[in-house]
């Protein structure tokens, strides 16, 4: 989600007005740890050798170990990009809060196709939402010897983790705050991410698995569905003008880059995605899967989300009694770029009594 990623940065900021975010002094940025896990066995068998986990922390830990907050990386995005919002008086207050960003495996900082010796490119094992779950959790148990976490909270691909972490490890945290994520990929999900795959593994170089050059093609071809699926068809057509639309394409696939480790990368990571389904891992209907569920949960969606769809999300939160705040902007998936809800997260982590069911709107002009 690259495209999602250099649209982030553009905006002054996911969640606050962006007077606040201007206002704020930026401190140096913690630098990116790593913890060495030896062979990690993933959940389908498979094993990454020599498996790595990126993480950042900033705040500190209090002395019970009662105010860890857990936020993992979405799909192809870094730590670094999550920096913006994690400081004093922020939307994650390291005043208050020890705060623990991970990088996500196959995102290329964290054990990865691209960076792994052993296991390079395709022979890379297929990984999924789960194992990035049980990385993280053997993290903050066997490295920073964290036995609770206050929330755990993620975006897109890392509010897919957050709903598996209230699932799988129900007692672990007080608070789950997953954002435009879903506790199951559905068919429209899949559509979308299967064209994203098909399109990197269609480019002549890509060679079944062993890429002969560039792929550039495929990448491009890949961006363009991501492009289509990001936003949503008002915010494009009022965006971008039929007179536009060269201009705005060439410009697309001017800005893809992309070797053989960003495609294997760019697939693992979806293939996580798409075999992304927590009922049908346990064997429970969505309803029976959301009892499991023990700590307070915020849910974030966006209305026009055509990147990853809304209804299990919401139906998962009906079935657990949680509040659902709804982003309706054409902005779509990237809505967080286009309505303040900083202010409504950060309430939530400080008093989950604050939190209500609710429509956030965004502002005229905009």
């Not at 401190?27 to 913890?35: I, S």
């Not at 697309?252 to 992309?258: F, I, P, Q, T, W």
């Not at 900083?342 to 965004?362: I, N, Q």
């Amino acid at each position: 989600m690259k495209r999602q990623a250099l649209l982030l940065a553009t905006a002054c900021s996911i969640f606050f007005i962006c007077g606040v975010a201007r206002a704020q002094s930026k401190p140096a940025a913690p630098p990116v740890q790593f913890a060495r896990l030896g062979d990690f066995k993933l959940k389908n068998g498979q094993v990454i050798r020599n498996f790595r986990i990126g993480y950042r922390t900033l705040g500190n830990l209090n002395a019970d170990h009662s105010n860890a907050v857990l936020w993992p990386t979405w799909l192809g995005g870094k730590t670094e990009d999550l920096l913006p919002f994690v400081a004093p008086n922020n939307v994650v207050d390291t005043n208050k809060y020890f705060v623990i960003l991970v990088e996500s495996i196959g995102n290329g900082v964290s054990s990865s196709p691209s960076n792994s010796k052993s296991q390079p490119f395709m022979k890379f094992p297929q990984f999924s939402i789960r194992d990035m779950v049980e990385s993280e959790h053997r993290l903050a148990t066997e490295v920073l010897h964290i036995s609770h976490l206050h929330a755990v909270m993620g975006i897109s691909m890392g509010g897919m983790q957050a709903f598996a972490w209230a699932v799988i490890y129900p007692d672990f945290m007080d608070l789950a705050v997953p954002m435009a994520g879903s506790p199951q990929s559905t068919a429209y999900d899949k559509l979308l991410w299967h064209s994203e795959i098909d399109a990197i593994e269609l480019d002549p170089a890509w060679n079944h698995g062993n890429p002969t050059g560039s792929l550039v093609r495929g990448l491009a071809l890949s961006a363009q569905i991501d492009s289509m699926n990001v936003t949503s068809p008002g915010y494009r057509t009022e965006h971008t003008t039929p007179g536009d639309y060269d201009a705005f394409a060439a410009a697309l696939k001017k800005n893809v880059r992309g070797d053989a480790g960003t495609a294997s990368d760019s697939i693992r990571q979806r293939q996580a995605i798409l075999s992304h389904d927590l009922p049908a891992e346990l064997g429970l209907s969505l309803e029976q899967t959301a009892k499991l569920v023990k700590a307070r949960m915020l849910v974030v969606i966006t209305a026009q989300d055509h990147m990853v769809n809304p209804s299990p999300a919401v139906e998962f939160a009906k079935a657990l009694g949680a509040p659902v705040v709804e982003l309706d902007s054409l902005c779509g998936h990237l809505s967080f770029t286009c309505i303040s809800t900083g202010p409504t997260v950060a309430a939530f982590l400080a008093d989950p009594s604050s939190a209500h069911s609710e429509t956030l709107h965004e502002a005229a002009g905009h």
